[in-house]
């Protein structure tokens, strides 16, 4: 069985970040810290690597850091592979918040509790995709669903140049690789050199 | 659970997309979802940021939502009555007026938002006894005469048609930031194998992408336009048939041509000879391809004629009429309204160029401007020589700004009045992309005290005792009675989709008709010279203030002020949804330019000119061509307005347009 | 990672805590190698436990909800650290009681040291993540040298007569040893953007340094030289910076960081500028 996550295609994506807008509005997230957000691998466009990227919310581990840390067991791992957050059994201990090596969760000052990205569990059970992906202009945001075959996505990576796995978490997020003819090439040397 | 209304209504923004919306809204006029509208064939199922971030803007805590009277001490700003407001604002316009004639007053409408009823304003102002307006645009008018002159009307292929493309040249044009819409469907072409080749002097988000990327010195597009038309020629390529069929001046043309060799070419761009040749096979090779271009190619004084030398490339490669081809710049098919019906206008209106209001402010007689109303626009920030033209608001007796939040304008006002959003007033729109006429739906009612223009209007007219018919009693009839006469659609068809009233097929001259002089494509224009004092024929001339020009002496780098897709101009900017996922704002500068200057990365550097001088954080950015420095525009926060301090009040060769990038500037350690 | 105003609770908590699990650990250590006494260092340890527990609570979101925080015993780290506290305490407690009442029992010494002891060690299992750059490795070992350090410091110089104890020398060795891998960790790690995000890390060497010498080098030639309470004082302040600096100096692996070490290493990739 694997797990739903999303699939980013790292061609398609140009960091504009209305999937943290749609995130935003979606789940009430008017004044407190979004869920998602966007990060740029080489903005000011250095020659020596392709400059992409990183759309980033919670990646729904295989073995997520926080639910195995989290104290009063506020995390759940349902079936079809999301990871959601039960509020009313977090103490807002903010454990999670340091043992996350993707810095999903956020703590909210006021309610004093954590939360973090459901992959719009409401949605995803109703039939629709998540408010992200829906909203995404360019499409370089899609949603995979749990699957019981197993199969990899033709030509998805879990491991990019600029996203790491350092814990061995197994999160749920995978890659399609930039294209474009010098930014695939540059994409491909990056990769090796930081391979040496 | 409360109930959900979901609206059908469209993004009235000054951009490309126009897009089509569906808001979802509970019954506490809470928007609880925005989406893109599935019935929009161009924009389908998606708005961009800027859309979703209306969840936050309609209620947003900066928003006005009451009339203010600047306070008596001067700084600062006491809410204050309609009533009150109205009549003062009318007591102090017609004193000017009377003291100074009613051309002494201003009257600037910018392009914040568009719809048909913005017209209503004129319903006052002629009864007024006139005024001064603007004319010309800030943005894109040399283009769309260039693109008029040379094929007669600016229309343009449907959107949906790039995918068909084989070959997608984007010239001056970053449509990854400024059309998102058309971005997707360039992506989509390219995944079928279409090749995509962008000329830009910066490395964008859309270069990041394409497949090949020229950096010419910026100003020097027609001679590589003219250039590559030369390579195209010798080596055949152009499209014989197509020419002999549809070509007016062909052969004058063809003369010019012998001006531009590759060596002449390149080096009046500073490109290299043999990528303009691999452009030029790559361009004529492939059929069909679809040629972008965008405004910011035309910012500067040679714009009329730099647009020409280029539009003509798909006439010269026989790219016109078909799917996946053609020049792409402006469609204005959705352009099918009838005119308001208004007051006669009285002699004394004058109109002033829309790039030179601070000079005019400052300095024009006969009668010289002493009050000014000002709305859908942020001047004072956006506008050439933006400092000057603050001063002069400054110095005028009345000021009258109506806008959703205090900008840099507003803080000049005597008065400042709260402007409406696109929820609060039904109306019209049309588009300059697709070709779509979409209906903008009255979703929420205004807030506070919040009146739509139309009304703020009406009511300054009741003030003074003028006619108020041209005001709509019932909006939805009015706005049916400006649709087309035997168009054969009503205002309940709109309300269920957008309607694209020319009714062709999709591809722009299938019939290769050209409503020009000749009937056919203008290679040389008796019309351009005549009206314009222009070469009959697309020619090359070094800017004014540009690569070639002495004053680089002084002032060696070319400035450019582009957009982001994080805003509209100075829209958005301000809302802290936007702030959280906008790009840095900063000084790009090629790393051997800062390098000689002594300039690190993420310092602080001043930029200047003879008109004036700003200090921003530095990128060093390997990615720009050498001698070219960016700052992004529409930035006017946290302080003063920037970029503007530094551009000029110039005007384009033809249609009185701007000439934001023709700048020059020195950079140093602050 | 977090804000820092989040870190001062969890400083006061672990300083107190650990001081107070570290003596009475001393104490039973003390008792059982070397027959000396102290029954005070049981009390007082019980007392800073608890008062360090008191502390916790003000860290968490969602206070009246600290019951639920031995839910996760078994898989959760922090689960089993709170359990463990509880015991901790408890028979700290029950041992520090006996001893008022006048019946001092070896047999609850040694429980309330042993429970203590294995406190300490899970609060080094609590930071022990893969997550936190800074907190990988030998650091996991330092609340129980530290803690240690500190109680035989305390109990050495305010209980025996006669002599410094091997025992006491052993265990500020053992802190030193095991604090100097953290602080050689610490200090090879490179001043990159993502590492000076935490404004504390360029002060790293002074901090760590400063822990190193107050809980190690100094009580170590003040007990060599003439035992004395300044011992306990400087052991305690030493204790207080490496708690601080803990915190301080925690560098969470983000994803943000991991971009920003590509692009350093793309920065110092030989590739000739594009003209």
């Known amino acids: 069985m694997t797990g739903a996550g999303f699939l980013l295609d790292l061609h398609r994506c140009v960091g504009c970040g209305a999937c943290v807008l749609a995130c935003r509005i979606e789940n009430g997230r008017v004044e407190t810290a979004a869920w998602r957000r966007v990060l740029a691998l080489n903005l000011r466009r250095h020659p020596a690597g392709p400059t992409y990227f990183l759309s980033v919310a919670c990646h729904h581990c295989e073995e997520p850091a926080c639910l195995k840390g989290c104290p009063s067991g506020a995390y759940e791992k349902r079936p079809d592979g999301i990871v959601v957050h039960h509020e009313d059994l977090c103490l807002g201990c903010r454990y999670c918040e340091m043992t996350c090596p993707f810095a999903t969760p956020t703590y909210d000052d006021a309610k004093g509790v954590m939360s973090k990205c459901h992959l719009c569990a409401h949605r995803v059970d109703a039939g629709r995709l998540p408010a992200c992906v829906s909203a995404c202009p360019t499409e370089a945001l899609r949603f995979v669903a749990a699957s019981t075959t197993g199969a990899p996505i033709a030509g998805a990576a879990a491991l990019v140049p600029g996203f790491a796995d350092p814990a061995d978490c197994g999160p749920a997020l995978r890659f399609l690789a930039p294209a474009g003819t010098r930014r695939a090439e540059l994409f491909r040397s990056l990769e090796e050199a930081l391979k040496r | 659970m409360p109930a959900l209304r979901t609206i059908r209504t469209v993004c009235p923004r000054n951009c490309y997309c126009t897009c089509g919306m569906l808001v979802t809204v509970d019954e506490g006029g809470r928007i609880v979802s925005i989406e893109g509208d599935p019935e929009n064939p161009a924009t389908v199922g998606h708005v961009c940021l800027k859309g979703l971030s209306y969840a936050r803007r309609e209620a947003y805590p900066d928003r006005l939502l009451t009339p203010l009277r600047r306070s008596a001490s001067g700084s600062g700003f006491e809410p204050v009555g309609w009533q009150d407001a109205i009549g003062e604002i009318a007591e102090r316009l017609t004193r000017v007026r009377d003291a100074s004639g009613p051309a002494s007053v201003l009257y600037y409408e910018g392009s914040g938002s568009h719809g048909a009823l913005g017209g209503l304003s004129m319903a006052f102002w002629r009864q007024f006894g006139g005024c001064t307006t603007t004319f010309g645009d800030l943005c894109w008018p040399a283009g769309l005469e260039a693109t008029r002159l040379t094929y007669g009307v600016n229309f343009h292929n ?7 493309s084989r070959l997608i040249l984007l010239w001056g044009h970053n449509p990854a930031e400024t059309n998102v819409h058309q971005w997707r469907l360039i992506l989509d072409a390219q995944a079928r194998g279409a090749r995509v080749i962008v000329i830009d002097p910066r490395q964008t988000d859309t270069t990041d992408a394409a497949d090949m990327h020229l950096r010419p010195r910026p100003g020097t597009d027609a001679a590589l336009a003219l250039g590559l038309a030369r390579e195209i020629v010798e080596a055949g390529f152009h499209d014989s048939a197509f020419l002999e069929a549809h070509a007016h001046g062909f052969e004058e043309y063809r003369q010019r041509l012998d001006g531009f060799p590759l060596e002449h070419a390149a080096s009046i761009t500073g490109l290299d000879p043999e990528e303009i040749r691999a452009l030029a096979l790559a361009y004529a090779g492939t059929k069909p391809a679809l040629l972008i271009a965008g405004f910011g190619l035309q910012r500067h004084s040679r714009a009329g004629q730099t647009m020409r030398a280029v539009a003509l490339l798909p006439a ?19 352009h099918c309204l009838r005119p308001l019906t208004l007051p006669p206008e009285p002699a004394a209106s004058r109109a002033i160029p829309v790039s030179q209001v601070a000079r005019h402010l400052e300095s024009l007689d006969g009668p010289p401007i002493r009050a000014a109303w000002i709305e859908r626009g942020n001047p004072a920030a956006q506008n050439p020589a933006a400092h000057r033209l603050r001063d002069a608001l400054a110095r005028l007796d009345t000021v009258v700004v109506v806008d959703q939040f205090m900008t840099p304008t507003a803080r000049l006002a005597h008065f400042v009045l709260p402007a409406k959003t696109l929820f609060e007033e039904e109306d019209l ?24 223009e139309s009304e703020i209007w009406r009511a300054l007219c009741e003030r003074l005792g003028y006619d108020t ?22 205002l309940d068809d709109l309300k269920s989709h957008p309607i694209d009233p020319s009714a062709n097929s999709g591809v722009a001259f299938a019939d290769r008709r050209f409503p020009t002089p000749s009937g056919k494509v203008e290679f040389a224009s008796d019309e351009a010279a005549e009206a314009w004092g222009v070469d009959r024929v697309p020619d090359y001339a070094p800017l004014g203030e540009g690569a070639a020009s002495p004053a680089r002496g002084r002032f060696p780098l070319q400035l450019l002020s582009c957009k982001t897709r994080d805003r509209i101009h100075s829209q958005f900017g301000n809302l802290d949804w936007v702030r959280g996922v906008e790009r840095p704002h900063v000084l790009d500068i090629h790393p051997d330019d800062a390098r000689t200057r002594g300039i690190a990365d993420g310092s602080r550097a001043a930029v200047w000119n003879d008109r004036g001088r700003i200090e921003l954080t530095v990128r060093l950015t390997p990615g720009i061509r050498p001698g070219v420095v960016h700052v992004l525009e529409g930035w006017c926060h946290d302080g003063d307005p920037d970029v503007n301090v530094l551009t000029a ?15 020059l500037v020195e950079v140093a350690r602050a | 990672m977090t804000d820092g105003a989040a870190h001062r609770p969890l400083v006061a908590f672990t300083a107190l805590a650990i001081a107070g699990a570290g003596l009475v650990s001393a104490a039973a250590y003390f008792e059982l190698a070397h027959g000396v006494v102290s029954p005070w260092a049981v009390a007082a340890g019980a007392i800073l436990l608890a008062a360090g527990l008191a502390v916790s609570l003000g860290h968490l979101g969602r206070k009246w909800r600290a019951g639920l925080a031995a839910r996760g015993a078994g898989r959760s780290a922090l689960s089993n650290e709170a359990l463990l506290a509880g015991l901790a305490l408890a028979a700290a407690a029950l041992a520090a009681g006996l001893d008022a009442g ?5 047999a609850a010494t040694a429980i309330a040291g042993a429970l203590n002891a294995a406190f300490l060690v899970s609060v080094g299992l609590v930071y022990s993540v893969r997550g936190q750059r800074t907190w990988r490795g030998f650091s996991a070992a330092t609340p129980l040298s530290g803690g240690l350090a500190f109680g035989a410091v305390a109990v050495q110089t305010l209980s025996v007569t006669g002599g410094v ?8 060795a053992a802190d030193a040893l095991i604090f100097s891998r953290r602080w050689r960790n610490a200090a090879g790690m490179a001043l990159t953007e993502a590492t000076l995000t935490n404004s504390w890390f360029i002060h790293r060497s002074p901090l760590l340094g400063a822990r190193f010498f107050l809980l190690d080098v100094i009580p170590y030639f003040l007990l060599a030289v003439s035992p004395a309470p300044l011992a306990v004082v400087s052991a305690a302040a030493g204790l207080i910076v490496d708690r601080f600096s803990f915190y301080a100096l925690a560098v969470q692996h983000t994803t943000e960081h991991e971009i920003a070490e590509v692009e350093a290493q793309m920065a110092s990739i030989d590739r000739p500028a594009r003209s």
């Open chain 2, 429 to 452: 729109v049309t588009a300059y992309w697709h070709p779509y006429l979409q209906w903008r739906a009255m979703v929420l009612p205004p807030p506070g005290e919040v009146r739509p």
């Open chain 2, 158 to 164: 449907h959107p949906a048609l790039t995918v068909q």
């Open chain 2, 649 to 663: 009040e110039g005007i384009t060769d033809m249609n009185h347009g701007a000439t934001f990038y023709e700048c």
């Open chain 2, 316 to 334: 010269l490669t026989g790219n016109v009429g078909i799917a996946g081809g053609g020049w792409q710049y402006a469609n204005l098919a959705s």
């Open chain 3, 102 to 106: 006048g019946s001092h029992a070896r």
């Open chain 2, 469 to 490: 018919s041209y005001f709509p009693a019932d909006r939805e009839s009015f706005l049916q009675a400006l649709l087309p006469v035997g168009c054969g659609f009503t």
């Open chain 3, 165 to 172: 104890l091997l025992g006491t020398l052993l265990f500020i």
